[in-house]
């Protein structure tokens, strides 16, 4: 890999050097991370109330085996059937969560899987988010593609049978600005039947753009719902503005979008209480936008170099698959990704439980789809990964496998009248 996420001050001015030592010093020379920036929209909900109530409430300690057992019991399950789920009671009956989530998972989605490629079209970053291979101050390989590069980025996925596609940017308004997606939003859907878009929060009136230029769906992670813990790790920049991140998916589907997509990065804070969040999140809106398609992402940090800054928890497979399973049992209509940070075999058995969505022939390094399609050497520059991947299988690999486990690779099942 290229780029091992590595914070290298040698390239930074001595101003840029002397400000990235202060953020990280200083607590009060950076910003409130609840105090809105300039142009950002401030719409009035109350889904950010009910979910920390609730997540601040949450005692996972307090919940015995009997309460798991009785929240597999019910027939429907309550928020506090699922605050059992994913309490440490629950590890010892993950055999009876995953039978009963592989159950939920048939009655709404059959034996289907979803297939899709994300694409990142640019790295830059204008936020200094000291767990990510993108942040503005690490010494990376930065590159912005253009529309003709885009293109054939496009082309070459579209000709491996993909129809879906994730549309990815690093935050940085200044080098990747809304008209810009927006483009290649429309390029997309020269090629592809459902087009995704996870970039920086935008506004509603943004968002609807977007929409009209083709996206269909918004993927945002708030990262933690632990607010202090991502005032910490978001040292600058407008991500550190934790409000309207929350708040991005409900203008999403306030501008339009038929769908959003939510997640917590597992391992940043508490995963419990993340886990909780990011599901309340979801159930929450969903009931004021019955209208809108939900998904969940599971993803788990993945290893760098400065985890000295992050002192991230631990999250085990069987944990990610507690957690999972719990999504599953508490929202039963709701997508849910997991993405190629895992490996092969956890993707390929988690399909059988509960999961609906995987990625292949991913790459997150920038402009180097053609050269890991074709098999070509690059011919042309790139620009470096924002984290390691551990399944690289291609769309053929990937629907083989799935299909002889049973069950049906799908790439599109959206008809436009």
């Not at 055999?95 to 490629?117: P, S, W």
């Not at 590159?143 to 596609?165: H, N, P, T, Y």
């Not at 917590?264 to 009931?287: C, K, M």
């Amino acid at each position: 890999m290229k780029n091992q996420f590595l914070v290298d001050s040698r390239h930074l001015t001595p101003e840029a050097l002397a400000k990235k030592h202060r953020l990280e010093t200083d607590p009060s020379f950076r910003k409130d991370p609840m105090q809105y920036l300039p142009g950002m929209e401030k719409i009035q909900s109350d889904i950010c109330e009910k979910v920390m109530e609730q997540m601040h409430s949450y005692d996972y300690s307090k919940y015995t085996a009997a309460d798991v057992q009785a929240a597999l019991r019910h027939e429907t399950c309550s928020v506090e059937n699922f605050k059992a789920l994913l309490s440490p009671a629950a590890e010892p009956f993950l055999e009876q969560m995953a039978q009963r989530a592989r159950i939920e998972t048939g009655k709404h989605f059959g034996n289907t899987v979803y297939l899709f490629t994300p694409l990142y079209i640019a790295n830059y970053c204008e936020n200094y988010c000291v767990y990510c291979g993108f942040n503005c101050y690490n010494h990376i390989s930065r590159m912005k593609l253009d529309m003709e590069r885009i293109e054939q980025e496009m082309k070459v996925i579209a000709q491996s049978g993909m129809e879906e596609i994730l549309i990815l940017t690093g935050e940085s308004r200044a080098k990747s600005g809304v008209e810009y997606i927006g483009e290649a939003c429309r390029l997309a859907g020269k090629y592809f039947r459902m087009v995704g878009i996870e970039i920086y929060p935008v506004n509603t009136d943004e968002y609807r753009y977007l929409h009209q230029c083709g996206a269909d769906y918004v993927t945002v992670f708030q990262e933690t719902y632990d607010v202090n813990q991502y005032e910490a790790l978001h040292l600058f920049g407008h991500k550190r503005v934790w409000p309207y991140r929350f708040d991005a998916q409900e203008r999403a589907l306030m501008g339009g979008m038929r769908g959003a997509a939510f997640s917590a990065l597992l391992g940043l804070s508490d995963f419990r209480r993340d886990a909780l969040a990011s599901a309340l999140h979801v159930y929450y809106l969903q009931r004021k936008y019955p209208h809108a398609e939900m998904s969940l992402s599971c993803p788990r940090l993945r290893p760098i170099i400065n985890n000295d800054k992050i002192h991230p928890q631990d999250v085990h497979e069987k944990q990610l698959c507690q957690i999972i399973c719990a999504y599953r049992i508490f929202l039963p209509f709701v997508g849910i990704t997991v993405s190629s940070r895992e490996s092969a075999r956890f993707r390929d058995g988690i399909v059988k439980i509960a999961a609906t969505k995987v990625s292949a022939g991913v790459s997150t390094g920038i402009g180097d789809h053609e050269s890991k399609y074709t098999g070509k050497e690059p011919g042309q520059a790139q620009g470096d990964e924002q984290f390691e991947i551990d399944d690289n299988r291609s769309l053929d690999r990937m629907y083989r496998d799935i299909s002889q486990e049973g069950l049906q690779p799908v790439l599109n099942d959206y008809l436009y009248v």
